[in-house]
């Protein structure tokens, strides 16, 4: 079943938030699991366990944009661990205070409302960059993910089509055995 082959970014992504490694989570979630490939296949959610399907529910809430992120803002001010924020999201502030706050008010005098705003993001960002984690490396794990070669998207993309039409098929298939023996 493509449900249990589907299942296997959802474990790495569980160990993100338990990790507080949020930049991963996001690529887990925006790359892998909301990518065309993945939600094309019907029996691919069909398939999967509740605890993972809650798994699943949980990333999304974590990376939903709504209000501004708010549940990974959560998150990010209440962990005492270390954390990896997902960068994206600073970068956006950055712009935003740029675009939006004037450098210089009347007069020609500095914007220093706008430097505090900038000093406070970045003050946010070193607290967590100063949080460090205690690993353990595991060599074969560091080598399999250096050595990994990545499909092409497009490649991804049109094997789920080939198999979205094989459950197509199988599901007509069964449907006219039970009309034969109705």
Not at 47 to 67: D, M, R, V, Y
Request: charged share 25%; glycine share 4%.
């Amino acid at each position: 079943s493509s449900g249990i082959n589907a299942e296997w970014p959802l474990r790495p992504g569980h160990q993100c938030v338990l990790l507080r490694n949020f930049s991963a989570l996001f690529s887990i979630a925006f790359s892998a699991l909301a990518s065309a490939a993945i939600r094309n296949l019907a029996s691919t959610w069909e398939g999967i366990s509740p605890h993972h399907q809650q798994l699943f529910k949980q990333f999304l809430e974590i990376t939903n944009p709504a209000n501004n992120y708010k549940i990974f803002r959560k998150l990010l001010k209440t962990s005492n661990n270390p954390t990896v924020p997902f960068l994206q999201i600073y970068i956006g502030e950055f712009l935003t205070m740029n675009e939006v706050n004037p450098d210089y008010l009347k007069k020609g005098l500095i914007n220093l409302q706008k430097r505090r705003l900038i000093y406070r993001e970045l003050e946010e960002m070193r607290y967590f960059q100063n949080r460090k984690y205690n690993l353990t490396e595991i060599p074969d794990l560091i080598s399999f993910f250096l050595n990994y070669e990545t499909g092409q998207v497009d490649d991804f993309y049109l094997r789920s089509e080939i198999l979205k039409r094989s459950e197509r098929e199988k599901s007509k298939k069964s449907h006219r055995r039970r009309m034969t023996y109705s």
